[in-house]
């Protein structure tokens, strides 16, 4: 059974940082790429970041790039996205997304709240 099963939401300060992490099971995680979603309250969910099987590829929205690092961990089965300087607008559920066998499989999100 394909699970993804995020952690390390939270609320934050403007400015401050997060570390979101997506734990993986019932699949070759090394072998298919992952991503990180967001979706804002009462708006669309929205692609925020992507990276390889391999790691070697990664891709952004615009709108993190220079703040956002997305990373993996192939022994442990693990994504992340690192959030640095994180804005108002980055508030947000995140989910950790993959396709496997043909079906997106998504996690349950982790609620990000960047407030003072």
């Known amino acids: 059974q394909v699970q993804l099963v995020e952690s390390g939401g939270g609320l934050v300060q403007p400015g401050g940082s997060l570390r979101l992490s997506c734990a993986a099971s019932?699949?070759?995680?090394?072998?298919?790429?992952m991503n990180w979603y967001r979706q804002p309250p009462g708006k669309e969910r929205e692609l925020v970041a992507g990276i390889s099987g391999d790691g070697g590829y990664t891709t952004y929205a615009d709108s993190v790039k220079g703040r956002f690092t997305i990373s993996r961990d192939n022994v442990k089965n693990t994504v992340y996205l690192q959030m640095n300087g994180l804005k108002a607008e980055d508030t947000a559920v995140y989910y950790c997304k993959v396709r496997w066998l043909g079906l997106d499989v998504w996690g349950q999100g982790t609620q990000v709240t960047v407030s003072s």
């Open positions: 019932g699949f070759t995680f090394s072998r298919v790429a």
